[in-house]
Structures are given as structure tokens and as C-alpha cells.
């Protein structure tokens, strides 16, 4: 696939700015909860399932873009998906039952499970190697921006307009995000006489041993990322008698972290030890995971050892999203959309696995979890994953030069 020429920066502005509102629609019901419930008249428990449907959609369809993008091109895709998720969320609008809004949020997962896989991808065919892992660290902090951001500008659209405000605002960001990547999204020359062949593509980068360490690595820091920060809150509740109402600003400094580790490892991911690199800092997470349960010091302490849990489990996203890449090749998004599925895969074990060491043994034993998990990804890390010939290469000619 021969990408014309496009300015790299401008379009990795427009694809932070989607992947920032991706993540603000993902979590933007929370806020709302009370206020859906009462209009449709059910419970906030049954409201929540909502936030559910859209997970549903994209886990589903996030491994099924990948091959459409490979073959047809990244514009199509990316602008097909984005107006399903204008379409879905101005239609959240319009819901006029429980069931109704259910189904514009179904739709709404289907449109961004086409965009994170999709824009990563495209990073990696519009810049050059030296500066893939800058630009994509950058693209991936856009999700830690539109959790720290985002979702109190949604608390605030509600409280001034109703739930049905945010969508409309939403609604109208998208479109004109979809008017302007119209515009300056690159066009590619889609290859003669290729057919669509999803398992054709399955087969070509399951091939390598090396792409299923690679996602394992991923669902393991996941899995231990997710057991610190989905139990973190309840953690601050009951050992320093917050309410809930009061978490949120530390829940947010916390998640600051997300934003630095994607910083961070867009900058590792150019150095030439980076997988050592990105296994210490594993080793580290998991450690800094059990001070998190067990360091009663004050809410403030708990929520900076927090933050560096996310810096150090998190700043892997480039790298493997890097070496995915480079395995790829012209399987890139197909790579990339079982690289999202990964995703969620570590979010359901962290979640489920630290709900049961929480009942077996309490706080401290969602830590010692979170500690194996992530010596588990280094294991992996540091023992099964190779670097890729054209990095060897690259790192090659940079010190000759």
C-alpha cells in the first residue's frame, strides 16, 4: 500500500485529537449514570451496562478491521468507522428507550474499535523508523488525556445541560474531526487484483512465535495494571475513610501517570536495549504495585506510588506496539487490532483475577498478584522476545554514524 505524501504532524494532530475523543465517549457514561437511569427509569447498576455494550462491540470488531485496513487502505476504514461513531453517539440523542440508546452504543464500539488499530498503523506508514516511537507515544498519551480531561468536561456538560448535552457536543466534535481528516487524511493506492482474505492475514502475522509474546507480554501488564488501578479507589475509600465524591482528584493525579508513561516509552522505544529497558521497568511496577496496597502513609503517598505504577507498567505500549509493527509488515493493522484485543483481554483478568485476591485475602494480596503478573512480563519480555533485524540494523548505523 503506496501512502501520497501528507504532512506527518498535522495528521498525528487529527489522530490524537480522535483517539482523545474515543476515549472520552469510552468512559464519558460514568458521570451521567444517575441522570440515565432516572430517565429511562431503571437502576444505575442497569444503566452501567451501557459502558458494557460498547466494550462488547469493540473487542468484537477490533480484530476483524485490521485486515479491511491492510487491504483497502487506512482512509476508508479510519473515515467509515468515525462517522459510525458520530452516527452513534448524535443518535444517543434521539434514544427514546433503554434499549434504543443500548443499541446507538453498540454501534458507537463498532465505529472506535476502527480508529486506535487504524491510527497506529497509519503512524507507522507516514514517518520514518527513527521517529515512529516518538510520534506513537505521542498518539497514545491522547488516552490518558482524555481520561484526565475529558471525563470531568463531561460531569461539567451534564451538570450545566442534562445527559443529553455531552452527545450533542461530542456529536459536533466529531463531525468536524471527520470533515478535516476528509481533507488531510493521506489517500493510499489500493493494490490490483488483492483480494480480502481476513485468515490470510491472521496467518501472516501469526506466523511469528515472536507476536504471540509479544501480545502475551501485553495481556500481563495489563492484567497487573488493571488489578492496581480498578481496585484503587475502593482501596482509598476504606483505608483513608474517603467518599466517593472525593476520590476523583486523586483518581485523576494518578492517571497522569498514563500520560507520562506514554511519553516516556515513545522515547525507549528508539533505544537500542529497549526490551531490557521495558522488563526492569516491570520489575519495578511490581514492586511499586504492593507499596500501593500496603503503604498507609496518607491518600497522597498511595496515589503518587499509583502513578508510578502506570509509568512503569505503561511506557511498554510503545515499544511492543513498535515491535508489532516491524513483525507486521503489511499486516500492520491486522497486528495492531489483536494488539486492542489484547487490551482488553488483560482488563477482564486484572478486573475478575484482583476481584478474587480481594476476597481471598484483601488488599495486600491484589498487590502480591499484581507483583507476579508483572515479573511474569518480564520474564516473558526479557527471555522470548527478540529485537527485529531492521532495528538491529538501524541501531547499527547510528553508532557508525
Known amino acids: 500500500m503506496t501512502e501520497q505524501r501528507a504532512q506527518p504532524v498535522l495528521v498525528l494532530s487529527l489522530l490524537f485529537a480522535a483517539t482523545f475523543l474515543i476515549f472520552t465517549v469510552y468512559l464519558m457514561l460514568a458521570p451521567m449514570l ?21 466494550s462488547i462491540t469493540w473487542a468484537i470488531a477490533a480484530p476483524l478491521v485490521g485486515p479491511l485496513s491492510d487491504t483497502y487502505g487506512r ?15 448524535l443518535g444517543s440523542v434521539l434514544a427514546w428507550s433503554y434499549a434504543s440508546l443500548l443499541g446507538f452504543r453498540l454501534l458507537t464500539g463498532i465505529g472506535m474499535a476502527t480508529i486506535p488499530a487504524n491510527s497506529l498503523a497509519t503512524i507507522a506508514d507516514i514517518f520514518p523508523p527513527r521517529q515512529r ?73 501469526g506466523a511469528s512465535r515472536a507476536f504471540w509474546y509479544i501480545l502475551g507480554v501485553n495481556v500481563l501488564m495489563v492484567t497487573a495494571f488493571s488489578g492496581v488501578f480498578t481496585y484503587l479507589a475502593a482501596y482509598l475509600i476504606q483505608t483513608y475513610s474517603m ?30 536495549r529497549r526490551i531490557l529497558l521495558v522488563s526492569i521497568s516491570f520489575l519495578f511496577g511490581g514492586l511499586v504495585a504492593v507499596l500501593v496496597f500496603t503503604t498507609r502513609e496518607s491518600p497522597w503517598v498511595t496515589v503518587a506510588l499509583a502513578s508510578g505504577v502506570a509509568v512503569f507498567l505503561r511506557m511498554s505500549l510503545p515499544v511492543t506496539s513498535l515491535l508489532l509493527i516491524d513483525l507486521a509488515d503489511r499486516s500492520r493493522a491486522t497486528a495492531l487490532g489483536m494488539f486492542a484485543l489484547s487490551n482488553q483481554a488483560g482488563t477482564v483478568a486484572g478486573t475478575s483475577l484482583g476481584g478474587l485476591m480481594l476476597a481471598l485475602g484483601g488488599f495486600p494480596l491484589v498487590g502480591g498478584f499484581c507483583l507476579v503478573t508483572a515479573v511474569a512480563a518480564a520474564a516473558v519480555m526479557g527471555m522470548k522476545v527478540r529485537e527485529s533485524p531492521e532495528h538491529v540494523q538501524e541501531m547499527a548505523a547510528e553508532i557508525q554514524d
Open 75 to 89: 482512509r476508508p476504514v479510519l473515515l467509515t468507522g468515525l462517522m459510525l461513531m458520530t452516527l452513534g453517539i
Open 34 to 54: 444517575v441522570e440515565l437511569a432516572a430517565e429511562f427509569r431503571t437502576s444505575v447498576a442497569v444503566a452501567g451496562q451501557l459502558a458494557a455494550a460498547t
Open 243 to 272: 467518599n466517593a465524591g472525593g476520590t476523583a482528584l486523586p483518581l485523576t493525579l494518578a492517571g497522569l501517570g498514563v500520560i507520562a508513561a506514554a511519553f516516556i516509552g515513545g522515547r525507549a522505544a528508539g533505544l537500542d
Open 133 to 205: 516511537g516518538k510520534a506513537i507515544g505521542w498518539l497514545l498519551s491522547a488516552s490518558g488525556v482524555g481520561t484526565a480531561l475529558g471525563v470531568p468536561g463531561v460531569a461539567l456538560l451534564t451538570e450545566l445541560g442534562g445527559w443529553q448535552l455531552p452527545f450533542y457536543v461530542i456529536g459536533a466534535l466529531l463531525l468536524i474531526l471527520w470533515i478535516l481528516l476528509w481533507v488531510w487524511f493521506p489517500r493510499s493506492q489500493q493494490q490490483q487484483g488483492q483480494a480480502l482474505a481476513f485468515l490470510s492475514r491472521f496467518r501472516e502475522v
